[in-house]
């Protein structure tokens, strides 16, 4: 079975209709979201209406509990310091995206599950149980395996670092789908994973990277109305997180 997994979308539709096109030629037979689906981005109901009319189940991410659950990006302040200075202008955000969702695709966000478990892997955004907090690229194995045994699954997938890595630790691989709106490798492309299901031999994953067109996304940010659209554009331009 190939499975295709598509994370931190994060409102960047241009991102998302070219990540779809190269989907028929990947070929998989099933493909599920990570969350952070509208938040931060150009087109935020047209994500969510994209995802739905695709039937793609998934799971929710940080941002997507922020919209839900405004009070969630105050309670992960508390234990992180360095997010104060940057409250006011997030919220901002937010507010302008939950008025672009409305109360249905909100109440669907607020719907989805935290995890997603298959025969041989397990989907999450980025720890179980805790869509706000994830080990990074380079974390140690011993932190890795602290965070994500607890899954029992041969594979365990997670987006939310927006840095897309396969590690094998013992008999367990731990792989992330970047993201395929808003990167923070310094690759521009789209990223998304692709993954073949084997019973008998284990799971092999890839990342997978598409080109879109950035200048068309950038140009819908400046005309979307979305606050503080200068600092996404940043990021989007360099393919690193910005401050604003």
Known sequence: MRIAVVSDIHGNLTALEAVIADLKDSSPDLVLHGGDLADNGSSPFEI?????????????????????????????????????????TIEEMAAWTREELGDERLAWLRALPDRQVLDLIALVHASPGYA??????????????????????????????????????GHMTIANSGSAGLPYDGD?????????????????????????????????LTYSGLPHAEWIAKTLSTARPQLP
Not at 71 to 87: M, T
Request: a neutral charge; hydrophobic letters at 40%.
């Open 188 to 220: 521009f492309r789209a990223a998304y994973l692709l993954i073949d299901e084997n019973p008998v031999d284990g799971n092999t994953a890839v990342v997978r990277r598409v080109e879109y067109d950035v200048d068309k996304e950038l140009k819908a």
């Open 132 to 169: 706000w907090r994830a080990p990074n690229q380079d974390a140690a194995e011993t932190e890795l395996e602290l965070v994500f045994s607890t899954l029992r699954k041969r594979m365990i997938v997670y987006g939310h670092i927006h840095y897309p890595y396969v590690r094998t630790i």
């Open 48 to 88: 969510i209406d994209r995802i739905r009319e695709l039937g793609w189940k998934g799971v929710y991410g940080n941002t997507d509990e922020m919209l839900f659950r405004p009070e969630s990006v105050r309670d992960f302040a508390k234990h992180a310091p360095g997010l104060h200075s940057l409250l006011a």
